[in-house]
Structure formats: structure tokens, C-alpha cells
């Protein structure tokens, strides 16, 4: 039987995971530290450096208080347990609980003050400054400065969200953080390519993405190199941001199109196909398309019965083996509509010689006779 106690636990549970890694329903919904404190944080644009010693403080205080709230919420949850808990006889474990929870949130306060009072030059994006301090800069003040107008400029890079951001300016590589913000200069930095991960699907689109992994070394090695993630529809602008190129040693594939990372997908999905076993006796031409490989793959008819006739259906390709599957692939991509990417694997286009209407599943990989 479900308890007030365990609905309340596995409410707020789910709560503080969304609060933390806040999704994008969390975002639209302005349950995040920068709207909730948006007025005491001030403006991002006006001082980048200032905001986000704010920003990374507020947000240590306020994750610090969430186990504290699990154990007042759990107090209104079930008030008659609780109450005869507090004032006479508190378990071991809770007591255990409450002390660990009030200890990480006094710890969080004292740490805040800490910085407070010594003008902020001991929290750690301060720190980061002064370490990075040299002429014309004399103090991480000036240098916060500087890099607080470099900011304000229309032409800097940035990709990602709030706890995930990066950011180029003309002299700063940055990597915003839910607790602090990396930073590199450009003088002093290189970046290389360190792994790729495409995903068919993204919880920002239905559409295929390329998520690249950069790692940022600086040769101040007082500073510890940091990574940073974008999207590969993002890496030529960020490229084209940077002052030394990227190096790129593991040789990772970047795709900076939809149609490209499509073409990927397009694969996949047609290797998963059924094969077409070629006749014995027929022999595979070089593809129309490019002429550079043989044809390999034939339309064959699978996900539609075989006597359909709409003109929205699939339908009977009776073309022989044509087209290579990269050819076949930019040729579905180019009838699709380029607004929507989300729909390109669900639709259905013409054959490139009949006319036939066909979808992704019914291109079948050519298998030669032995």
C-alpha cells in the first residue's frame, strides 16, 4: 500500500533530479536558479564575471538545502511520526540524516561568506583570473573587465544552455558550469577533437545529431584542461572563432549538415533491411548517380501489402538494382521538406527512375549470387 511518506520521496526526488540537471520543461517552465534569483543576479551581458560568481554561489546554497527540505517536507508528509521523532525519540538513522543535511547546507553557507567577505577573490572563477593575470592586466578586477566587454560583443561564439554553455570570444575559451565557469586563453590554449556520438534521436529533435567532444589544453599549467561538448552543426562557426585550428588526431567524422548526418542514419536503417538476393546471371552496373561504385541496393515493396495503389502508399518498383545506398539516401533527402528533419525517416519519396513511391524501409542491400 502506498504510504504518504514514500509518494512524498519519490516526489521530491524527481523534483530535485529535475531541479539539478533541469530538462527543458524545467527551463520553459523558469524553475532555475538564474529566473528564481533573477533579480539579485542581475544582467549576464552587463558583468559576465560578477553574474556568474553570483550564479555559481546562489546555486550552491540552494542544492545544499535539498536534503534539509526532504526532511521538512517529510515532516508535513507524515507531521504525527515525525514530530514524536523530534521531540522524543529520533532514530538513529534520521538523526544520522538530519546532521549530515544540516552540516552540507551550514558547510555551503559558511564557504559563501567566506567569499563574500574577502570581496570574492577566493572563489575559484576568481581564482581562474588571477591565475590567467599578466600585463596589461595588473588584477583579476581588470581582467574580469576585459573579459566582462568581450562578452557584450555581438560576434562571440556560444552554444548550449545554462549549466552547459560554451563560450568564444575573441580572447576566452569558456565553459559555463553549474558551479563555476572554465576558462582558457586563446594565447595559451589548444583545442583537439576528442570523441563523437551520434544520436538518431535528441531531446531537443527528432532529427539525427552529432555530439562532439573537444578537450581544451592550456599551456598555463597552473590550469587543468577541461572538455567541452556542441553539436557538429555548430563546429564551423566555432572553428572559425578559434585562433589555431582544431586538431583533429583521432581522425573523428564530422558531419556539419542534417543531410549528412541523415545519410548516416539512411545506413543504418538499410542495413537492418531485408537483402535483395540479385538474380543468377545478372550483373551490377556502376550507380547513375555518381559512377564512382557499383549499384547495391534495389526498392523492393515490404511495408505496404502488395496490391496498394494510393498514391500515398509504397508501391511496386520494378526498376533493376540502380543506385548506390549513399546516392539513394541524398536523393530521399532532397525531397524532403528542410524545415522539418524530424519527419525525413517516416517519409515517402519517388523512386529516382519510376516513380514509384517508396519509404526507408523498402531499400534492400543487393546480394550478389554466388
Known amino acids: 500500500m502506498e504510504t504518504p511518506e514514500l509518494s512524498f520521496t519519490l516526489a521530491y526526488w524527481v523534483f530535485c533530479l529535475c531541479f539539478v540537471f533541469t530538462p527543458n520543461e524545467f527551463r520553459s517552465a523558469g524553475l532555475t536558479v538564474q529566473n528564481l534569483f533573477s533579480s539579485w543576479l542581475g544582467s549576464e551581458d552587463m558583468g559576465f564575471v560578477q553574474y556568474h560568481i553570483r550564479r555559481s554561489s546562489v546555486t550552491l546554497l540552494v ?81 574580469a573587465a576585459s573579459l566582462n566587454t568581450e562578452f557584450r560583443r555581438v560576434d562571440k561564439f556560444t552554444a548550449g544552455v545554462h549549466g552547459a554553455r560554451v563560450i568564444v570570444t575573441d580572447s576566452w575559451v569558456l565553459k559555463v558550469s553549474t558551479y563555476s565557469v572554465s576558462m582558457a586563453l586563446q594565447s595559451q590554449c589548444q583545442v583537439s577533437m576528442v570523441h563523437s ?81 540479385l538474380p543468377r546471371g545478372q550483373e551490377l552496373e556502376p550507380c547513375i548517380g555518381c559512377m564512382l561504385v557499383a549499384a547495391n541496393v534495389k526498392l523492393l515493396q515490404l511495408c505496404q501489402s502488395q496490391d496498394s495503389d494510393s498514391d500515398s502508399d509504397c508501391q511496386r518498383c520494378q526498376c533493376r538494382p540502380m543506385w548506390c545506398v549513399s546516392c539513394m539516401g541524398r536523393w530521399f533527402a532532397s525531397r524532403q521538406n528542410q524545415q522539418r528533419p524530424e519527419t525525413w525517416l517516416s517519409s515517402k519519396v519517388p523512386c529516382p527512375t519510376c516513380r514509384a513511391n517508396f519509404c526507408v524501409l523498402d531499400v534492400c542491400v543487393v546480394r550478389s549470387s554466388s
Open 63 to 143: 542544492h545544499s538545502a535539498l536534503p534539509l527540505g526532504y526532511y521538512l517536507g517529510m515532516c508535513l508528509a507524515a507531521p504525527e511520526h515525525h514530530m514524536e521523532h523530534i521531540l522524543e525519540q529520533v532514530s538513529e538513522a534520521w538523526q544520522l540524516y538530519l546532521l549530515v543535511a544540516l552540516s552540507v547546507h551550514v558547510g555551503a553557507w559558511t564557504l559563501v561568506v567566506y567569499w563574500a567577505m574577502w570581496k570574492w577573490e577566493n572563489h575559484p572563477i576568481s581564482r581562474m583570473l588571477q591565475i590567467h593575470t599578466q600585463p596589461p592586466h595588473r588584477s583579476w578586477g581588470s581582467l
Open 197 to 277: 556520438r551520434q544520436h538518431h534521436m535528441s531531446p531537443d529533435s527528432a532529427s539525427p545529431t552529432q555530439i562532439l567532444t573537444l578537450k581544451v589544453d592550456s599551456t598555463n599549467r597552473s590550469m587543468s584542461p577541461f572538455h567541452i561538448r556542441l553539436n557538429s552543426i555548430e563546429y564551423s562557426e566555432l572553428r572559425d572563432k578559434l585562433h589555431s585550428p582544431v586538431q583533429n588526431l583521432t581522425n573523428v567524422v564530422i558531419y556539419q549538415s542534417v543531410s549528412e548526418l541523415f545519410l548516416d542514419t539512411f545506413r543504418a536503417q538499410v542495413q537492418d533491411n531485408p537483402m535483395y538476393s
